[in-house]
């Protein structure tokens, strides 16, 4: 009985201290999911010509909210998990300016909305039996449809013109036993399929949570030895540069400590600084951290490269 | 090589001609009693747009209308002579009216309607002729001879003369 209990307390004691070490949070990572075709930090929407009928689909309020994505920045319960992390979430990647002169890319483009709700009639005769005569009779169809097809142009500062086709058609047939939908239906099943269109053409890069755990970090210096006992609070709450800044003079002292170096990586990581962090990690690599940094990344490249406005923050 | 070019040219004709066709009319019994499978068709008398149904309604293409279907009597189905049909009002199981309707030339009370095929005694009176003229069909009695009308009101009549009677059309629904 009293071996049990002293198992218990060795249980419970090894889980306090080793709670005490792991300093872990969720983050959001953000990921590249396909090229876009902006290029450049400015961009002007010129609303879409109407080609077509007037409708119910108000196509350029619905392409403005989607625009809209590029200038996002996250608020809300998102704006919890990237709260001093990552930089250039934190503000807007791109302008929104007021003329086609001062912009690098104006959105704009034309759009055609067709309906139809029409009936036919083929007349055929009995292919078997002709006893008595072949009995004619007619096959009927009715058949409603309605079809939205946006063009969306890109044209960049040097004249030159990029293009994106949304094509959307719905149809219903009359048939027994089956809903038969009205145009006005149909319109409105082409919206929502717009609007996950536009979703699809406007967005580029997507997120996800993803747990950091920062490794145990010891040092001999005794004032930093100090500072060390606040790392949890830092990490808790948020202050994620004050904490790599700590990692990094750990490091700069002891250059043998490679947690403190994989420590400051982690946080470098977490403001979005990914060239620092890159460089620090190469200390000591680990293959999760190298999968990661990869898809980190590949977006922060590509936003580089298309000229995106990004602000990236050092300790 | 040629010959037998030759040969099945005439064949590949024949079936590429038989496209979009229906084989026939007729739904069989098996298949009606059975399968609950029928070759479905909306009647409509072309002057006066009354569909064929236990109650005829004006014909509109934005509702579902009322459906008939046709079978044969195998002993009417002599080779060489004209088939006799049988026609049958589709009834909704839905509704849960379960029973066969059969459109009926009832000479006692001299009348022309929709009634439980169990019920009639004399099978002659739902057995119907069919009469192509053009694109169009008459509904002959077997047992009376004569043809189905309905007037302006939607009543059935039964009518002696060819020219009287209504010319049907038969619109196939899927």
Known sequence: MKTNKIICLLALSFLSISSLYAQQGQFYQFSLDKETKIRGSKIYFQEFANKGVESQIDVNALAKSYIDFYFKTYRGVAAKKIQNHISWTRNPRFEAVNSQAEADVTIGGHYQIKTNAGAGEQLFFEQGNSVGGAIPYFESRQLNTAEVMVVISYTYKNKEVDYDT????????????????????????????????????????????????????????????????????????????????????????????????????????????????????????????KVRMKTNRALFDYLNNIGANLIVEDF | MKNLIVFLLPVLLITTSLDGGLYSIVTKKEDALVNQKYTKFVVIDDETQFVLAKTPVKYDLSKEMPMNYFTVDLTGNIPGKQRIFTIHNLVNNAGGDEYDWVLEDNADENTIFFSRSNFITMKASMQWLITVRGERILLKNSRTGAYLKVDANGSYLAVKSETEASKWKLIHIF
């Open chain 1, 166 to 289: 949304i094509f959307i058609q719905e149809e219903s047939e009359r048939k027994p036993g089956k809903k038969f939908q009205s145009v006005e239906d149909l319109l409105a099943d082409c919206e929502s399929k717009l609007k996950s269109n536009f979703y699809k053409t406007f967005t580029f890069y997507s997120h996800k949570d993803i747990w950091y755990k920062l490794l145990n970090v010891k040092t001999k210096d005794k004032v930093l030895k100090e500072e060390l006992k606040t790392a949890d609070n830092l990490f808790e709450s948020g202050k994620i540069k004050e904490l790599g800044n700590l990692f990094l003079r750990i490091y700069q002292a002891e250059p043998e400590n490679k947690e403190a170096a994989f420590n400051t990586a982690m946080c470098y990581e977490l403001i979005g600084n990914y060239p620092k962090a890159d460089e620090y990690y190469a200390i000591m690599p680990d293959f999760h951290t």
